[in-house]
């Protein structure tokens, strides 16, 4: 298991832009997406996080990907995906309970708890019970909550994860998803530090390509 320590680093520092010191390979460092996917904003280059809360390197990363957001310009933008392959059906549980927060307008008051329930105390939220019993501890409305679980909004993003996870080309989490077009992850690049350099640098591509 990757420690949170092993992937923490200064994110910031990292340029956004960065002059290209050495070449990053397709089929290397990231693949190119075949069927490119579509993205919210396509005036705008968007930054797909494909993750599961149950994954330990998903949570270990999660600091650096805020942190390394918060240097975007404004026409860089950060989508969450909570990743569901066609061998991970077990994810979906988890998937439904970051789409009901964020049906509901919570996802930023519950992301980071639903990561630190899981990973710091141990909790299953698998169990519809714990999960219910934890966002009522964290002040939400319970039953709204969990109407929301099984609501038909939810259903059709879980179904839309699932579309986009198998078009990502991605082999597992957590991974990024760059314009739709350029799929990177730790496993391609090697470390955390060179997944958002990598990441940076499809960026910088990418808006080179908005441009023509």
Request: hydrophobic fraction near 40%; charged fraction near 20%.
């Amino acid at each position: 298991m990757i420690t949170r320590r092993q992937f923490l680093f200064s994110a910031a520092a990292l340029p956004l832009l960065p002059n290209i010191a050495h070449a990053i390979t397709p089929g290397q460092e990231y693949e190119i997406i075949t069927a490119p996917i579509e993205t919210l904003d396509p005036k705008r280059v968007e930054v797909m996080e494909l993750f599961w809360y149950g994954c330990p390197h998903c949570f270990a990363l999660e600091p650096d990907v805020v942190a390394w957001a918060k240097t975007f310009p404004k026409n860089v933008y950060l989508r969450r995906i909570p990743a569901v392959f066609g061998q991970t059906p077990h994810w979906i549980p988890l998937a439904r309970a970051y789409y009901a927060a964020e049906v509901l307008g919570l996802t930023e008051k519950l992301h980071h708890d639903f990561f630190n329930a899981i990973h710091l105390s141990g909790q299953n939220l698998n169990d519809r019970e714990v999960l219910l019993k934890l966002v009522h501890q964290l002040g939400v409305n319970r039953k709204q909550f969990e109407k929301a679980l099984d609501s038909p909004e939810v259903n059709a993003r879980i179904s839309k994860s699932q579309r986009i996870s198998g078009a990502s080309q991605a082999k597992g989490v957590p991974a990024l998803v760059i314009d739709g077009r350029y799929q990177t992850s730790v496993t391609q690049t090697g470390t955390p530090e060179r997944l958002f350099s990598t990441a940076n640098e499809l960026i910088a591509l990418a808006q080179q390509n908005k441009k023509h």
